[in-house]
């Protein structure tokens, strides 16, 4: 079984930064691709960055230039999150696209970790 947790998440003041973090554990093979996911109170579940194996990562838009998607050799995915705003309080999602011994490969999501962005 693999699986991902995220941490991080907490209330922040707006200019403020917060880092996320996703491990992912279990018998892995390899991590094709992990990314982060937002979901605010109303609204639908949207890509915030991707970063797959090999390849370029990608953002939203809206967090061009303030966020910043990495990861380790550890299986650890991370999301600098700079010059937050209210408009980034959302439930922050952890994906990945993982191989697992099994050689089946697997779509796995966290459980989630909010972000609050006061004014």
């Known amino acids: 079984q693999v699986q991902v947790v995220e941490s991080g998440g907490g209330l922040v003041q707006a200019g403020g930064s917060l880092r996320l973090s996703c491990a992912a554990s279990?018998?892995?093979?390899?991590?094709?691709?992990m990314g982060w996911y937002r979901q605010a109170p109303g609204k639908q579940r949207e890509l915030v960055a991707r970063?797959?194996?090999?390849?370029?990562t990608m953002y939203a838009d809206s967090v061009k230039g303030r966020f910043t998607i990495s990861k380790d050799n550890a299986n650890t995915m991370y999301l600098q999150m700079n010059s937050l705003q209210p408009e980034d309080t959302a439930v922050y999602y952890c994906?990945?696209?993982?191989?697992?011994?099994?050689?089946?490969?697997?779509?796995?999501w966290g459980q989630g970790t909010l972000v609050t962005v006061s004014s």
């Open positions: 970063i797959p194996s090999g390849g370029p």
């Open positions: 994906n990945a696209l993982i191989t697992p011994m099994t050689l089946r490969p697997l779509e796995v």
């Open positions: 279990g018998r892995i093979f390899a991590i094709n691709a």
